[in-house]
C-alpha cells in the first residue's frame, strides 16, 4: 500500500481510527455493566441494539445529508454527536438511560462513517484499492485498540471508558477540523429515495444482504461474547478483545492483500466465511479456558470478510459512493443490530454459548446465497473494471 495520499485522506483515516475505538471500548465493561446496574445479559445487549439500529436507519439519509452538507460539516457533525453522547453515557444512571444515549451516539457514528470511506475514497485519486485498504486499517487498529483503552479504564471505573472516548473524539473533531478540507468535487445532491433506488441494483443488493448474515455473526462475537466471561477482570477482557483486533487490522490490511492476488474475491470470500462458521461452531462447545483463544483467531476471518466485503460494496457498481455506501451500509447494520439483543435473550434461556452456534447457522445461509448468486458479483466486478480502464485509458489520452 503506497504511503502518498493526500493530507486530508490521512487526517480522515486517523478521525475513522478514533471513531472506531468506540464501538469496541465498552467490550471489556460489559459484565461490569452488568453488576453494577444490576442488569440481564438481555439488558445490555440492548445498549449495543440501539446503538447500531440507530446506526443501519441513519444510513439511509447520511450520505444525503454528505451531499448537502459536504463532506466536511458531515464528518464534524457526526464527531461532535459522538462527544456529545459518549459524554452523556458515562453519566447514565441506568441501563435504560445508557441504551438510549448509546443510540445517540450511533447517530453520530453514522455520519460520520460512511462520509469517511466515500471521503478517503474520492480524495485518492482512482486508488480505490489502496484507499480501502488505508480505511480498514483504520479500522481494524481503532476496533483493537477501543477493548485496550475500556480494559484500562474500566478497571478504575465503568464510566471512564465512555469519558476517554468522548475526549478522544473531541482531538479527532478538532484535528478533522484543522486538517480536512472540503474536495473539490461534490457530488450532486440526493434524496433517500436515492438510497432504495440504489438497492435495486442486483450487485448492491446480494453483498449487502450476504453481508448482512456476516455482520450478525461479527457482532455475536464483538457485542455478546464478553458475556460469557463473567469472571475475567476487565483489563484481561481488553487484552483479549485487543489481540482480536491486531488480527482484524492484520487480516484486513495485509493478509488479504496476498491472497486476492492468487484468488478471486467471491472465492475468497466462500472460503473465509466458512472458516468463521467452523470457529463459531467451536466457541459453542467451549468453556471459558478454550473460548478466549478462539475468540482472538476469529478475528484473522472477520478482517478479511470485512475487507471483502466492503471492496465489494465500493466496485461492484459505478453508482455514486455515498449511495452505494448508504444502500450496503444501511443492509449491513440491520444484521448488526439483530444480533446482540437477539443473542443476549437466547443466552439467558438457552444457554451461553448456543448464540454463537446461532450466529453459525446464519453465516451458512450467507455461504449458500453467495454460493448461488456469486456469480452476480463476479460479471458486477468484471463490468466495473471494464469501466474504470476506459475512463483511465481516456484520461491518458486526454492528458498526453
Not at 435504560?96 to 447517530?107: C, E, K, N, P, Q
Not at 471521503?119 to 485498540?145: D, F, K, P, Q
Not at 485496550?148 to 478538532?174: E, K, N
Not at 443466552?347 to 452456534?357: A, D, E, K, S
Request: hydrophobic letters at 55%.
Amino acid at each position: 500500500m503506497t504511503l502518498k495520499f493526500p493530507r486530508a485522506v490521512w487526517a480522515t483515516a486517523f478521525a475513522t481510527f478514533v471513531a472506531f475505538m468506540g464501538i469496541g471500548v465498552v467490550d471489556p465493561i460489559l459484565p461490569l455493566i452488568g453488576r453494577k446496574m444490576g442488569a440481564t445479559p438481555s439488558q445490555i445487549e440492548w445498549m449495543f441494539t440501539s446503538y447500531i439500529a440507530i446506526m443501519a436507519l441513519t444510513m439511509l439519509v447520511s450520505g444525503v445529508v454528505g451531499t448537502h452538507l459536504g463532506s466536511k460539516k458531515t464528518l464534524l457533525l457526526g464527531l461532535g454527536l459522538v462527544v456529545v453522547f459518549a459524554t452523556a453515557s458515562g453519566l447514565s444512571p441506568s441501563i435504560l438511560v445508557l441504551s438510549l444515549f448509546r443510540g445517540g451516539w450511533g447517530l453520530g457514528n453514522a455520519f460520520f462513517t460512511s462520509t469517511a470511506l466515500s471521503l478517503i475514497v474520492g480524495l485518492s485519486a482512482n486508488r480505490t484499492s489502496a484507499a480501502i485498504t488505508l480505511y480498514e486499517a483504520a479500522l481494524g487498529l481503532g476496533i483493537a485498540s477501543g477493548p485496550l483503552l475500556g480494559g484500562f479504564l474500566g478497571s478504575i471505573s465503568w464510566r471512564d471508558p465512555f469519558f476517554g472516548t468522548a475526549t478522544l473524539m473531541a482531538v479527532g473533531f478538532l484535528f478533522t477540523l484543522v486538517t480536512v478540507s472540503e474536495p473539490d468535487h461534490r457530488e450532486q445532491p440526493r434524496t433517500a429515495r436515492d438510497i432504495f433506488r440504489a438497492l435495486g441494483n442486483r450487485a448492491v443488493l446480494t453483498n449487502a444482504l450476504i453481508g448482512l448474515s456476516y455482520s450478525y455473526a461479527f457482532f455475536t462475537i464483538l457485542a455478546y461474547s464478553p458475556l460469557t466471561l463473567p469472571h475475567i477482570a476487565a483489563i484481561d477482557l481488553g487484552l483479549t478483545y485487543f489481540a482480536w483486533g491486531i488480527l482484524v487490522a492484520f487480516s484486513s490490511v495485509y493478509l488479504i492483500n496476498v491472497l486476492t492476488r492468487h484468488m478471486n474475491p467471491v472465492t475468497l470470500l466462500i472460503l473465509n466465511l466458512t472458516g468463521l462458521v467452523i470457529v463459531l461452531g467451536l466457541a459453542g462447545t467451549a468453556g471459558s479456558n478454550r473460548l478466549l483463544p478462539l475468540i482472538v483467531v476469529s478475528g484473522l476471518f472477520c478482517g478479511m470478510a470485512n475487507a471483502l466485503f466492503t471492496t465489494l460494496a465500493m466496485e461492484v457498481t459505478t453508482l455514486p459512493r455515498s449511495l452505494a455506501s448508504g444502500a450496503y451500509n444501511f443492509l449491513r447494520w440491520s444484521g448488526a443490530a439483530i444480533a446482540p439483543a437477539l443473542s443476549g435473550f437466547i443466552g439467558q434461556r438457552l444457554g451461553m454459548t448456543v448464540p454463537f452456534f446461532i450466529a453459525g447457522g446464519v453465516v451458512l445461509v450467507g455461504i449458500f446465497a453467495l454460493s448461488v448468486k456469486g456469480w452476480v458479483l463476479k460479471e458486477a466486478l468484471s463490468r466495473t473494471q471494464a469501466v474504470l480502464s476506459t475512463n483511465t485509458e481516456k484520461a491518458g489520452l486526454k492528458n498526453g
